[in-house]
């Protein structure tokens, strides 16, 4: 799926992370992206399938003209400083912590916002 550029290939830091990111709850949408279980109750994820699909949101995410126009999301504390991270990297506009209900919705909030690309996180 990442053809022949060498910069979309998966190296070796990017599998020592995958392997350190593995955890012990399952939910039943995460079977397809994990290869096995150890014996200490910790899911190993499956390389191959999770870079493809990270490839391909960030193919999406490449396609938005202006990087502000992605919104980031993450109420989770977990959460909320990768969303932070990643908004910094790529220009996208963060709303981390407690998220104001009509945001999307209501336009007669001062805070609205119509976002082209929604990235919600929940770890």
Same mark, same amino acid.
């Given at each position: 799926m990442s053809g022949a550029l060498d910069v979309l290939q998966m190296k070796e830091e990017d599998v020592l992370k995958f392997l350190a990111a593995g955890g012990t709850n399952l939910d039943f949408q995460m079977e397809q992206y994990i290869f096995k279980r150890k014996?200490?109750? &910790?899911? &190993? &994820?499956?390389?191959k399938r999770t870079w493809e699909k990270l490839l391909l949101a960030a193919r999406v995410i490449v396609a938005i003209e202006n990087p502000a126009d992605v919104s980031v999301i993450s109420s989770r504390n977990t959460g909320q400083r990768a969303v932070l991270k990643f908004a910094t990297a790529t220009g996208a506009t963060p709303i981390a912590g407690h998220f104001t209900p009509g945001t999307f919705t209501n336009q007669i909030q001062a805070a609205f916002r119509e976002p082209r690309l929604l990235v919600v996180t929940d770890p």
């Open positions: 014996s200490d109750g &910790i899911y &190993i &994820i499956n390389l």
